[in-house]
């Protein structure tokens, strides 16, 4: 399978401090990857760098194989790469489905013009891709919801509504950076369930940061380990739990 995220000998530093320090890994196409470690052990900063909204010191981050360097984060999102965040970032006082309709906004094909006068074309563009807002809040069982404010969805609700909203933009690699926080048992193992059906009915590929070992365990295919900014250990769940270094810095006994 190839490679959909390449990060080569990446390197990042805040004023003298290595938060990211010489990190190799590949992710390929539909592959469910876990990313662990202790706070600031720099999960987060690796989706930022992979994302463009940081740029490395040293090395390159490649998305379908093209080196994002020069790209700004925006431009970074239309290779095929979308991202959801700790605290959940949703147009709180927008409807369930015009969240959605946000991330469809550069596929639509009208002019500024065509909105104002609401040309047959506009209409077109509208109908077709509320239709397809439609189809992905079906898929997270929020369509009978779809005109609510996003602040009035319950808190598992919302981090659904962001995920579909991450996928409108059709990537082939969708990153969840803590998507579990703040669910209760129940609603985890829901999000186990939907992460796999992503996984299945997108092709996509899917790297999550998460705290709840048992999700990471339970749903990933291979699990990559940071501490203080470098990957102390790769490997499959067993390889993993088995560590030592792993254990020592984060799992513990």
């Known amino acids: 399978m190839a490679n959909v995220i390449e990060l080569n000998n990446v390197?990042?530093?805040?004023?003298?401090?290595?938060?990211?320090?010489?990190?190799?890994?590949?992710?390929?196409?539909?592959?469910?990857?876990?990313?662990?470690?202790?706070?600031?052990?720099?999960?987060?900063?690796?989706?930022?760098?992979m994302t463009g909204i940081y740029?490395?010191?040293?090395?390159?981050?490649?998305?379908?194989?093209?080196?994002?360097?020069?790209?700004?984060?925006?431009?970074?999102?239309?290779?095929?790469?979308?991202?959801?965040?700790?605290?959940?970032?949703?147009?709180?006082?927008?409807?369930?489905?015009e969240n959605v309709l946000v991330a469809f906004n550069h596929q639509m094909k009208y002019s500024s013009f065509e909105a104002v006068i609401r040309s047959?074309?506009?209409?077109?563009?509208?109908k077709k891709y509320q239709t397809k807002a439609l189809e992905l809040l079906k898929v997270f069982h929020?369509?009978?919801?779809?005109?609510?404010?996003?602040?009035?969805?319950?808190?598992?609700?919302?981090?659904?509504?962001?995920?579909?909203?991450?996928?409108?933009?059709?990537?082939?690699?969708?990153?969840?950076?803590?998507?579990?926080?703040?669910?209760?048992?129940?609603?985890?193992?829901?999000?186990?369930?939907?992460?796999?059906?992503?996984k299945e009915k997108f092709n996509v590929a899917i790297v999550l940061i998460e705290h709840d070992m048992k999700l990471v365990m339970g749903i990933c295919e291979r699990i990559i380990v940071l501490n203080f900014g470098e990957i102390i250990a790769v490997g499959n769940k067993d390889e993993i739990l088995n560590n030592k270094e792993v254990i020592k810095a984060y799992l513990g006994d």
């Open 142 to 198: 929020l369509d009978d919801k779809k005109d609510l404010l996003a602040e009035q969805l319950p808190y598992g609700e919302q981090r659904k509504l962001e995920i579909a909203r991450a996928l409108a933009l059709n990537p082939k690699v969708l990153l969840l950076d803590e998507p579990a926080a703040g669910m209760n048992e129940n609603e985890t193992l829901e999000l186990m369930k939907t992460i796999h059906f992503i």
């Open 120 to 126: 047959n074309r506009f209409f077109k563009e509208e």
């Open 11 to 49: 390197s990042l530093s805040f004023g003298g401090l290595k938060a990211v320090n010489h990190v190799d890994f590949q992710i390929k196409e539909n592959e469910l990857v876990g990313l662990i470690g202790p706070n600031g052990a720099g999960k987060t900063t690796v989706f930022n760098l």
């Open 55 to 97: 740029t490395p010191d040293e090395g390159e981050v490649k998305i379908l194989n093209k080196n994002i360097r020069k790209l700004r984060p925006d431009k970074v999102a239309l290779l095929g790469i979308s991202r959801t965040f700790q605290n959940i970032r949703l147009f709180k006082k927008l409807s369930v489905i």
